[in-house]
């Protein structure tokens, strides 16, 4: 699935922004997959440890499936790239988002893989079993 992103699905930004006001404090923090070209699903990796301060993947535990990047949340409202998260983006595809405190509409930024922020529409389409409608 090497399709250029075109954006994220409003759903699949709606799911992450409510995982990670459920997980907070702790850091949320996953992959992000697209079909056609856009995100439209998160992939939670077993073994994801997280704490207060940071949310480690466990990238060995990733399945024969390929990602365009990460999610992740930051608790506080500082939703810049720390060298811990630029490090993870080398690994994980070229799409990463994180969102903050108090995780708004508009509490949220994505970033390439080198840590530059980009942008990522949002998009209103429907999700039905792994097809866009």
């Not at 440890?49 to 990733?62: G, H, P, T, Y």
């Not at 509490?107 to 429907?126: A, F, H, Q, R, T």
Request: with cysteine; glycine share 8%; hydrophobic share 40%.
């Amino acid at each position: 699935m090497n399709k250029a992103i075109k954006g994220i699905a409003r759903v699949t930004l709606d799911f992450i922004l409510e995982v990670s006001k459920s997980t907070y404090p702790k850091e949320f923090a996953g992959l992000l997959q697209a079909n056609n070209g856009i995100i439209t699903d998160i992939l939670i990796l077993p073994g994801t440890e997280s704490s207060e301060i940071n949310a480690v993947l466990q990238l060995f535990m990733l399945p024969n499936m390929s990602a365009v990047g990460s999610v992740h949340s930051h608790p506080s409202s500082v939703i810049r790239p720390s060298k811990a998260d630029l490090r993870l983006f080398s690994k994980t595809g070229n799409h990463h988002i994180i969102v903050g405190h108090p995780f708004g509409p508009d509490n949220w930024k994505c970033y390439s893989g080198n840590g530059e922020e980009i942008s990522l529409p949002v998009l209103d389409v429907e999700i039905e079993d792994d097809e866009l409608v």
